[in-house]
């Protein structure tokens, strides 16, 4: 079999396909079965400094070709999180911790707060005010946000951006200007969804982001696109739910594939092992190294 | 799927902090599947399926609190049957409910009936009062009441139901309701934990395993996908009895 190993943004993989942010992430137990499952890194769901208990529900609804969310970033706190990361970390893989702030200093409180393998900075949620993608969508944001951890921890630090902007490539440079080890690109797409009987929207917050299979395409494009212009590895996600899909991620420019929506397919936490075989096999017809499979799609300008 | 629209056809107040409604839809449930229900303005919150076209409610907070506040010709939004439901294996069956968990037990005993299989049902309920589907349960075999108060049949939990049996005569026992009892029943039962399935109760949000907040340690179990009901040997050294997790994440 092809090897998959080797370094994405600062932290060395067995196989490059990880579990996406906000999926299953809110326990140890689960992070360390996705981690059990092949997942060749994991990522948490969204820790803050204040308690949150999430939107009202619904806060989950499926729509035409993926899902529609409003969680609304639950988590304990920080302060509650070190033992689940601990857990997650049973699974042999690094724990990536997804962290949310409304500030520079809040993102420095909740990083500095926790021992994890690396950061993941939540700059695109879109559907919690004064979080996520309300300061995400600033260049101006990102850049000292993510300078502001760079400064604080010794781990690698990601940086999530949103595609509900113009141009998420500004959003990338920011990050790298910023020092970020790598960017992963997308979080979800800002939809709604309503119900025609009583005229409601259906998310209990009204509005959320679309994730699944209907917003691959917009992933691709952008992982092209910021791949084209940051010098700091790109990790693709959004709609992978296959290994051709991971593959074409790979093509695309990403060093590393993330996981999430798929997760509820029927074969659940199968989804990494199917994803990386699948994609060693590939790599093993094509006799390539998954090196040069990364941004393969450049070769057409 | 989208919640699809329910009109309430029928209220039963079952005892006073217990209602069933009736839809004027059907679903095919496995017993033991859930519903998401939307209650619209509100929240949207999982509830067992106690007949192919209704669920039993008890009211203890805002979500339930709403449901109560419904009448004949309003309507909900559902999303289901979903999880997996009990299954039904052998000749001789005993059901074991608390309190509102004997609403997927009714279904399930009934079902079984209609397969011709033998039922024993346990109810404990805290006083005569809180007793619901005596009937039905009646119908579909033997039944055995127990009260906290001792207002009717034997005084004491629903464990002390199980005293007068011989559980080794059972080739499947099912649980349904307060944690603290099936964590009991569970206990009693050692070496016969893997004939036991149980319907458990956590923090349901999405219905699609995706989102992680009713995982179960250590193991990561998804009991709202790979549930609600799960085998009592896999529920040995878990979380469950023990803690469960709150909306944030945190247990308590």
């Not at chain 1, 893989?93 to 520079?104: E, T």
């Not at chain 1, 084209?228 to 290994?243: A, D, H, Q, T």
């Not at chain 2, 049996?165 to 499947?172: K, M, P, S, V």
Request: aromatic share 6%; with cysteine; glycine share 14%.
């Amino acid at each position: 079999m092809a090897s998959l190993s080797g370094e994405v943004g600062g932290i060395w993989m067995d196989n490059p396909v990880m579990l996406a942010a906000g999926i299953l992430g809110t326990t140890g137990a689960s992070l360390r079965r996705a981690a059990l499952s092949g997942a060749g890194a994991v990522v948490t769901k969204s820790v803050g400094v204040a308690e949150r208990d999430g939107h009202r529900g619904p806060a989950v609804v499926q729509v035409e070709g993926g899902l529609l969310n409003a969680m609304g970033l639950p988590n304990p706190s920080y302060r509650h999180f070190q033992e689940e990361i601990d857990i997650g970390r049973g699974g042999g893989v690094a724990v990536i911790a997804s962290i949310f702030g409304s500030s520079p200093a809040e993102f420095v409180e909740v990083a500095t707060g926790l021992d994890a393998d690396g950061f993941e900075l939540n700059l695109s949620c879109p559907h919690a005010e004064r979080y996520g993608a309300e300061i995400g969508c600033e260049v101006y944001n990102v850049e000292t946000i993510t300078r502001a951890v760079k400064g604080s921890v010794s781990v690698p630090v990601w940086v999530k951006l949103t595609p509900n902007v113009a141009d998420i490539s500004a959003l990338g440079l920011a990050a790298e200007r910023g020092g970020a080890d790598a960017v992963v690109a997308i979080n979800t797409l800002k939809a709604m969804a309503i119900d025609v009987e009583s005229c409601r929207p259906i998310l209990g917050n009204r509005f959320g982001g679309l994730s699944g299979p209907a917003i691959k395409p917009v992933a691709v494009k952008s992982v092209y696109d910021l791949a084209g212009s940051l010098e700091i590895p790109v990790i693709g996600v959004g709609g992978v739910s296959s290994w051709e899909d991971a593959c074409e991620m790979i093509i695309a420019g990403a060093r590393g594939i993330q996981v999430g929506t798929a997760l509820g397919n029927p074969e659940g936490y199968g989804i990494f092992r199917s994803i990386s075989g699948g994609l060693s096999s590939y790599l093993e017809r094509k006799g390539m190294a998954l090196q040069e499979l990364v941004g393969a799609a450049r070769r057409f300008p | 799927m989208r919640p699809k629209n329910a009109k309430i056809v029928e209220i039963v107040c079952e005892t006073p902090s217990v209602r069933t409604l009736r839809f004027d839809i059907a679903f095919d449930p496995v017993p033991g599947q859930y519903l998401m229900v939307w209650i619209r303005g509100v929240d949207e919150i999982p509830m067992s399926i106690s007949y192919k076209d209704g669920i039993t409610v008890q009211q203890v907070g805002e979500a339930t609190g709403a449901i109560f506040d419904l009448e004949v010709g309003d309507s909900l939004g559902l999303r289901g049957p979903l999880g997996n439901g009990f299954s039904l294996l052998g000749e001789e069956i005993l059901l074991v409910g608390g309190g509102v968990g004997a609403a997927p037990l009714a279904l399930l005993g009934e079902e079984a009936k209609e397969r011709g299989m033998e039922v024993t049902t346990v109810l404990g309920v805290r006083c005569c009062d809180d007793l619901i589907f005596r009937e039905r349960f009646e119908g579909a075999g033997e039944l055995v009441i127990t009260t906290d108060d001792g207002s009717m049949g034997i005084c004491g939990r629903a464990s002390a139901g199980l005293s007068c049996l011989d559980l080794q005569d059972f080739d499947q026992i099912y649980l349904c309701g307060p944690e603290p009892m099936m964590a009991d029943v569970i206990g009693r039962c050692r070496g016969m934990e893997a004939k036991i399935q149980a319907s458990i109760d956590r923090y349901f949000k999405c219905g699609l395993g995706i989102c992680g907040s009713c995982s179960i340690d250590p193991e990561g179990i998804r009991p709202c996908v790979e549930g609600p009901v799960i085998r009592g040997d896999k529920l040995v050294g878990t979380e469950f009895g023990r803690y469960k997790r709150g909306p944030s994440g945190r247990k308590r």
